[in-house]
């Protein structure tokens, strides 16, 4: 038998349509609650570079009391309008507003790298469940194997041809095949479980072994490492927070500079005596505003230091950040490179075990092999359709590792 006709015997029994990885990862995308809770604080996140804006934007305000005074001759009320503009903030607000953009920036990466891990929970969920299915179904076919040649040795042991071993043999062949087949259905539930938690709903029957290697994925490892160094979110996501450690730098600076603004107001007031409106006031005011901060006791000053201090540790974090991607690229480059090697040689076993496997069949009818050699043969060939199996699923798994690795893991990535 052929490669093809050898791996095609690890095809699960499908219903017409059978849930691809890309539909369980776009289902995951949309409705996962962890992903939602992400986003959602990104948006108040966003809002930060606004309000750092809104410190260097005209204010206004309104405001009014009233009372009653026994000894002033009776009730009074008032009411003031005022507006404050401010015109130079010593680079106060520019400083907040650079750091707010970088910390919006860094939690975007933050975003971007928990949709990555999500989507990479999602293909490990897949390839588990994937390889369960499969190894349920190799299970059962075993089983129905054997009842085939059980009959067959209890039919030649009744005429004589056989030996009660012999049929024992195949009893405990088949018993330990069963044994395995409640394994394997035990695990299928388990990894069910898991893949609806991750994905929102159960598998819809079997699931497809089609899965053919991402665009995206790198052809080679220097332009993997490349590719780190310009998308991966947690890098970049670093990079940010030491852009906007040092935004923070000029922001406390900038406590030393003065403040100058307009300021104006409008107040209007009157008395009420035995009922009637009297002593209407009116007053409104206007002019420049300016501080100038003489003596902060140090605080200023140690506020810069620490500012200082938190950039130096943010610059030594992303050298830290950068050897990790590096370190983590390699890993999963060379990974995904054991994972296929093992992968095309459990092919070629499994083409070898299935024609030893007719072969010892066919001398079986000449009298020229035993039943302990077809059972050896048959466990050889399940041996070897289950490792076809855990290879084609650690491929998928260490696929979505390098992608995640070098910031190529996107909902759009194994779009047909």
């Known amino acids: 038998m052929n490669r093809a006709l050898a791996a095609a015997l690890l095809a699960v029994a499908a219903p017409a349509h059978a849930e691809t990885l890309r539909e369980a990862i776009a289902t ?30 005209l204010t206004a305000d309104t405001g009014g009391n009233a ?32 750091t707010a953009d970088r910390d919006v920036a860094a939690g975007a990466e933050g975003v971007r790298d928990a949709e990555a891990a999500i989507l990479e929970r999602v293909v490990a969920a897949y390839a588990d469940l994937l390889f369960q299915q499969q190894a349920v179904e190799v299970a059962r076919v075993g089983i129905e194997r054997l009842d085939g040649q059980l009959a067959e040795a209890r039919s030649r042991y009744d005429l004589g041809q056989a030996t009660r071993t012999d049929v024992a043999q195949l009893e405990a062949q088949r018993a330990s095949v069963i044994a395995n087949l409640a394994d394997a259905e035990g695990a299928l539930a388990t990894v069910t479980a898991g893949y609806r938690a991750i994905v929102g709903h159960a598998p819809q029957g079997a699931l497809s072994a089609d899965t053919p290697p991402p665009p ?21 996501r670093q990079r940010r927070i030491a852009e906007a450690a040092a935004a923070q730098i000029d922001r406390e600076r900038a406590e030393r500079a003065p403040v100058l603004g307009l300021a104006g107001g409008y107040g209007y007031g009157a008395r009420l005596a035995h009922g009637n409106p009297d002593g209407y ?10 501080r100038i901060p003489l003596w902060t006791g140090g605080l200023v000053a140690s506020r810069v230091r620490q500012a200082e201090a938190t950039h130096r540790a943010e610059r030594f ?14 890993a999963a480059w060379g990974t995904l490179a054991a994972a296929r090697r093992r992968l095309a040689a459990d092919r070629e076993g499994l083409a070898a075990a299935d024609l030893a496997l007719q072969g010892v069949r066919a001398e079986y009818g000449f009298g ?19 490792a076809v199996a855990r290879s084609r699923s650690d491929v998928l798994i260490a696929e979505a590792a390098l992608l995640r690795a070098t910031g190529r893991m996107t909902e759009g990535t194994y779009a047909a």
């Open 216 to 236: 995206a994925l790198p052809a080679t490892l220097d332009r993997a490492r490349s590719a780190a160094d310009t998308d991966n979110p947690l890098l970049l």
């Open 368 to 386: 020229l092999r035993t039943t302990l050699d077809i059972l050896v043969a048959d466990q050889s060939f399940r041996a070897a359709q289950l």
């Open 28 to 57: 995951a995308y949309a409705t996962n609650p962890e992903l939602a809770a992400t986003r959602a604080r990104q948006e108040a996140l966003a809002e930060a570079p606004e309000q750092a804006r809104a410190a260097g934007r």
């Open 317 to 330: 974090a992303t050298e830290a950040a950068l050897r990790e991607t590096e370190r983590g690229v390699d």
């Open 281 to 290: 006031e009116a007053a409104a005011s206007g002019g420049l505003t300016l």
């Open 67 to 98: 009372g009653y005074d026994r000894f002033g001759g009776g009730s009074a009320a008032v009411g003031t309008v005022g507006a404050t503009l401010p015109i130079w903030t010593g680079g106060r607000v520019a400083a907040a507003i650079r």
